[in-house]
């Protein structure tokens, strides 16, 4: 029996602010990178650039949903997402 494929996302918070309701980061998977900017008053996660982005949005929306209080900036952190890219 096979495992399914899987990557490892690395998350880097760079800014946070409660007050705004927003946190901020960069995120790398594989050869992809992105810049994020999570509204989670909102529910609205924005991801830059547009190449690759379906990969990530919703592995990394629930990644922020589910670490949010935890989260800090300069803060790294890692996730796995189930598939190769």
């Known amino acids: ?31 992809y990178a992105w810049e994020f900017q999570w509204q989670f008053r909102q ?17 990394l929306n629930r990644f922020l949903e589910r670490s949010d209080y935890q989260l800090e900036p300069g803060g790294n952190y890692q996730f796995t997402v189930r598939g190769k890219f």
């Open 1 to 31: 029996m096979s495992l399914a494929p899987q990557t490892i996302a690395h998350v880097r918070i760079t800014d946070q602010s409660w007050h705004q309701g927003r946190i901020s980061g960069e995120v790398r998977a594989a050869d």
């Open 43 to 59: 529910g609205r996660l924005r991801v830059h650039p547009s190449l690759g982005r379906a990969l990530i949005l919703e592995p």
